[in-house]
């Protein structure tokens, strides 16, 4: 079992940046693959990003290449999102979330384990 809570979210101009953290609780952690998606009012949940267990691979929707980096601390059970260069259409409610298996997925339903979201606004 692994618990996930995000923070870092909050209110931003277009063109700046916020940092989003991950932290976990529960065992095991550098054994999940983790993930950041998003949801945005009246859509569905959408693939933002995925790193692999030891950070080797890292993964990218093509409208957040080169403006979005993920990491990973597994000596702190902590996964971040650096995102810069906001954009409006990035706002939403961001989530993190854990997958056991090591295969590349973008799908929503193959993720284990979910933290409850944190807001990003971006305002024009």
């Known amino acids: 079992q692994v618990q996930l809570v995000e923070s870092g979210g909050g209110l931003v101009q277009t063109g700046g940046s916020l940092s989003l953290s991950c932290a976990a609780s529960g065992r095991y952690f550098s054994t999940y693959a983790m993930a950041w998606f998003r949801q945005a009012p009246g859509k569905e949940r959408e693939f933002v990003a995925r790193?692999?267990?030891?950070?080797?691979?890292?993964y990218y929707t093509d409208s957040v290449k080169g403006r979005f980096t993920i990491s990973r601390d597994n000596t702190k059970s902590t996964v971040w999102l650096q995102m810069n260069n906001l954009k409006s259409e990035d706002t939403a409610v961001y989530y993190c979330?854990?997958?056991?298996?090591?295969?590349?997925?973008?799908?929503?339903?193959?993720?284990?384990?979910w933290g409850q979201g944190t807001q990003v606004t971006v305002s024009s």
């Open positions: 979330a854990a997958d056991r298996g090591i295969v590349y997925t973008t799908t929503p339903q193959r993720y284990d384990y």
């Open positions: 790193i692999s267990r030891t950070s080797g691979n890292t």
